[in-house]
């Protein structure tokens, strides 16, 4: 079964709040015979549409290939916040990769963050960045810690933006008696995901980037010029970078080892009377293993995420999310759900992105690991720069070793659904 169709109609976006309040570009025809370009991308989402978009800039010929709609994919789905740094603190990546690789690593987290809202306002897209994410922490022992992490970021890393929370203020913003407290990162923020996509698809169209839509691949063939192979035509690319993330299926092994599939689910609610989850627009995430993260509409509906599947079909979606909304927010037992969707991430062993270099010729970026708005963005950024031959930041990126996932393709999903459950009951008890 390919995770691409497993939950989704060919060619059209999940019912989502997104998706009922975004207009997408208009659809772009399938790739039809032989065609020629510079530069050929899998996946329309951010990673690949960034790539486009600043190639195209370049000058390059570019042509995108996506199996369903642009943005249909995690793009499109995830809980719009946007973050600098990376996916794990900068004390685990320092013991990873030692101190200046830990800092090139924080910039480019930092530029990630910078990136996202410097083309929103370059493109005038209809999504704005709204400051503000508070880490949230459920249990009171792990609230020194989030504040020594942010004082070790203003020490460290000249980074200023994260103000320390106690139990008392927090509950000034969130509305929940579950958090003892944490951090409020002003630095970081929030947006309409697919309104997000949507303007890079019409930016890398506007810069001469080509789409095609409904055009699945079914093979690569490598060499000095690659082919790469849809159900009805194929294009012939000088280079060629992998971006379709969590659906990338077993089309490349070497990705597949490292790249693992989860699936990750929203609800939204019927629109809430002010102050009766959160007093301010700021995006939460809290400190539970299987995170639970969520913020406002701007109809005032409440956008929670939360739990976990690791096979192919989606679970009851409203009854896996409505259970950690409830442990977070009692006060809307009898509150009305109006939209409900999944979608598909991908994480790696160690919460970093994947980069590879598969050939000379052929890039790869994935396994954000629920980090990708601003790191998949950057990641295209940086697969389009390492073509033009200015290859520092990815070459950085790529020296990140990731182990790969035990059991391969096969015992991979049971390994992780044993830890995540393990991870979960400590969560419950507190410990």
């Not at 990873?96 to 910078?114: F, H, N, P, T, Y």
Request: aromatic share 8%; glycine share 10%.
């Amino acid at each position: 079964m390919n995770l691409l169709f497993a939950n989704d109609r060919a060619g059209e976006y999940p019912p989502s709040y997104y998706a009922a309040t975004a207009t997408p570009p208009a659809a772009c025809p399938a790739l039809q015979g032989a065609v020629r370009a510079d530069v050929c991308i899998i996946g329309a989402g951010y990673t690949g549409l960034s790539a486009a978009l600043h190639l195209a800039e370049r000058g390059y010929s570019v042509i995108v290939l996506e199996a369903h709609r642009v943005g249909f994919g995690a793009s499109g789905r995830n809980g719009g916040q946007v973050s600098p740094g990376q996916r794990i603190e900068q004390d685990a990546i320092e013991g990873m990769v030692g101190q200046d690789d830990a800092r090139k690593l924080w910039d480019i987290g930092l530029e990630s963050r910078d990136l996202v809202r410097d083309l929103i306002a370059r493109h005038d897209m209809d999504c704005p960045f709204k400051p503000g994410v508070i880490h949230a922490d459920w249990n009171a022992r792990d609230v020194p810690h989030a504040h020594a992490y942010a004082e070790k970021l203003a020490r460290d890393y000249d980074y200023h933006d994260i103000e320390p929370l106690d139990r008392a203020a927090i509950q000034q913003s969130v509305k929940s008696a579950a958090y003892q407290g944490g951090t409020l990162d002003r630095g970081a923020g929030h947006l309409h995901p697919l309104r997000f996509a949507f303007g890079l698809a019409r930016a890398a169209q506007a810069a001469g980037a080509q789409i095609c839509e409904g055009s699945l691949v079914v093979d690569i063939q490598q060499g000095a010029t690659v082919k790469v192979h849809t159900q009805t035509g194929h294009v012939e690319a000088d280079h060629v970078l992998l971006a379709a993330n969590g659906y990338m299926g077993g089309l490349v092994p070497q990705v597949a080892a490292k790249v693992m599939p989860i699936n990750n689910f929203i609800i939204a609610t019927e629109p809430l009377a002010p102050d009766t989850v959160l007093s301010r627009d700021v995006a939460v995430a809290d400190s539970k293993f299987v995170i639970n993260y969520f913020r406002l509409s701007e109809d005032g509906r409440l956008l929670f995420g939360g739990g976990e599947s690791y096979g192919y079909r989606f679970p009851d979606i409203v009854k896996t999310v409505r259970k950690p909304m409830l442990e977070v927010f009692p006060q809307l037992k009898d509150t009305r759900i109006d939209y409900s969707w999944g979608g598909t991430l991908a994480i790696t062993m160690t919460r970093l992105p994947c980069f590879m270099r598969l050939a000379p010729n052929v890039l790869s970026a994935s396994g954000y690991s629920g980090h990708g708005v601003a790191m998949a963005t950057m990641a295209g950024k940086i697969m389009a720069a390492a073509i033009a031959g200015q290859s520092e930041q990815f070459d950085t990126m790529a020296r990140v070793r990731l182990p790969s996932f035990p059991g391969g393709r096969a015992l991979r999903s049971p390994v992780l659904v044993l830890a995540m459950t393990w991870f979960a009951l400590r969560d419950r008890l507190g410990i």
